[in-house]
T-cell receptor
Framework: GAVVSQHPSRVICKSGTSVKIECRSLDFQATTMFWYRQFPKKSLMLMATSNEGSKATYEQGVEKDKFLINHASLTLSTLTVTSAHPEDSSFYIC???????????FGSGTRLTVV | DQQVKQNSPSLSVQEGRISILNCDYTNSMFDYFLWYKKYPAEGPTFLISISSIKDKNEDGRFTVFLNKSAKHLSLHIVPSQPGDSAVYFCAASSTGNQFYFGTGTSLTVIP
């Protein structure tokens, strides 16, 4: 079946540094990818929708200059958390349109800890 | 504003018995619903879906029921197995593009 590879699975970084998270669709082309963030004891919250070759669409309240999204190819989208702060510590998950579940396949997630 | 709600944060069930996980939504425009299963430190794994034209969908031990008038869906797992212990999320969509997730129900199946 369709697979979305998300890397890294865990990352610890110092406050003020930037972290890049990659999301790759391994056996299908994903024209649209979604980035979610999970807060403790809360639902997955959509951060932004990225479309290959165009600018990402950010949800209200999400700082686009802080969470940079690039979808340069049909199989790769990246989320860069810039100038990370401890409050950015969270679980980030990508989803690509394609594969099972009404056409959506999720990556395995990235646990970001900012110290 | 939480459009999809799972009011039970946790549920414990004896192995072999039925697990029933509930989900309520507020947006009557939602026309597609999903259940996901999530293990710690992993991304969600798709379980089962249902569209608004149906009121029941079954896949092996998993059955999802949809009550549109009540804006309620439920996931039944029978018989429950210890390996089913995980957090279960329901999700809903009206456009096919964005899903709204519930807060999850942590299921523990006791051997």
């Amino acid at each position: 079946g369709a697979v979305v590879s998300q890397h890294p699975s865990r990352v610890i970084c110092k406050s003020g540094t930037s972290v890049k998270i990659e999301c790759r669709s391994l056996d299908f082309q994903a024209t649209t990818m979604f980035w979610y963030r999970q807060f403790p004891k809360k639902s997955l919250m959509l951060m932004a929708t990225s479309n290959e070759g165009s600018k990402a669409t950010y949800e209200q309240g999400v700082e686009k200059d802080k969470f940079l999204i690039n979808h340069a190819s049909l199989t790769l989208s990246t989320l860069t958390v810039t100038s990370a702060h401890p409050e950015d510590s969270s679980f980030y998950i990508c989803s690509a349109r394609g594969g099972s579940g009404y056409g959506y396949t999720f990556g395995s997630g990235t646990r970001l800890t900012v110290v | 504003d939480q459009q999809v709600k799972q009011n039970s944060p946790s549920l414990s069930v004896q192995e072999g018995r039925i697990s029933i996980l509930n989900c309520d939504y507020t947006n009557s425009m939602f026309d597609y619903f999903l259940w996901y299963k999530k293990y710690p430190a992993e991304g969600p794994t798709f379980l089962i879906s249902i569209s608004s034209i149906k009121d029941k969908n079954e896949d092996g031990r998993f059955t999802v029921f949809l009550n549109k008038s009540a804006k309620h869906l439920s996931l039944h797992i029978v018989p429950s197995q210890p390996g089913d212990s995980a957090v279960y999320f329901c999700a809903a969509s009206s456009t096919g593009n964005q899903f709204y997730f519930g807060t999850g129900t942590s299921l523990t199946v006791i051997p």
